[in-house]
T-cell receptor
Framework: EAGVVQSPRYKIIEKKQPVAFWCNPI?????LYWYLQNLGQGPELLIR????????DSQLPKDRFSAERLKGVDSTLKIQPAELGDSAVYLC?????????????FGPGTRLTVT | SQQGEEDPQALSIQEGENATMNCSYK?????LQWYRQNSGRGLVHLIL?????REKHSGRLRVTLDTSKKSSSLLITASRAADTASYFC??????????FGQGTRLTINP
């Protein structure tokens, strides 16, 4: 069974440029998560989708970040414009259903460097 | 904001020794999960313990939960080089949310 797929794995951009990350969750998983992970820290939730609906985006900086999950499968996370402080690893995860009792399956992440 | 605090932040032991990591949290939880992250990779789920459980085993892993002290511990017995990773506790809050701690970086020396 294929795991969570993310691309690209690495991205280097200059500040003020846009960037987009893509995630393909495990087939059949209703819930998709985007996390931000700074160096030496644990993941912090940016947004959670149940199917195609964003049900928790309270931590998403909406002035520059946007996300979508068309048809309730793949998802993209966009930053426009990027700032130096956005340098981090962006992790995508999925779970069969919503709820902290469900195991989350993580992708390898996209390491973003903003120069 | 992060809920859990792992202790120690970093741990270095010899191969074959046991490793113990602790996690403390602040609010009531439904369950607590432990995840492992190898360098440059995503997180992998290790074990889940529910709030009404006190101890759980999985292979060389033993997890305890003390809800009165709001703390959990992860014990890895007979450590191996492949156990070198960061370990995170994640607390299940309310009906929806899983909140991760800052992690313990474990190094197993040959």
């Amino acid at each position: 069974e294929a795991g969570v797929v993310q691309s690209p794995r690495y991205k280097i951009i200059e500040k003020k440029q846009p960037v987009a990350f893509w995630c393909n969750p495990i087939s059949g998983h209703n819930t998709l998560y985007w996390y931000l992970q700074n160096l030496g820290q644990g993941p912090e939730l940016l947004i959670r989708y149940e199917n195609e609906e964003a049900v928790d985006d309270s931590q998403l900086p909406k002035d520059r970040f946007s996300a979508e999950r068309l048809k309730g499968v793949d998802s993209t996370l966009k930053i426009q414009p990027a700032e130096l402080g956005d340098s981090a690893v962006y992790l995508c995860a999925s779970s069969l259903h919503t709820g902290p009792q469900y195991e989350q399956y993580f992708g390898p992440g996209t390491r973003l460097t903003v120069t | 904001s992060q809920q859990g605090e792992e202790d120690p932040q970093a741990l270095s032991i010899q191969e074959g020794e046991n490793a113990t990591m602790n996690c403390s949290y602040k609010t009531s939880i439904n369950n607590l999960q432990w995840y492992r992250q190898n360098s440059g990779r995503g997180l992998v789920h290790l074990i889940l313990i529910r709030s009404n459980e006190r101890e759980k085993h999985s292979g060389r892993l033993r997890v305890t939960l003390d809800t009165s002290k709001k703390s959990s511990s992860l014990l890895i017995t007979a450590s191996r080089a492949a156990d070198t990773a960061s370990y995170f506790c994640a607390t299940g809050q309310g009906a929806q949310k899983l909140v991760f701690g800052q992690g313990t970086r474990l190094t197993i020396n040959p």
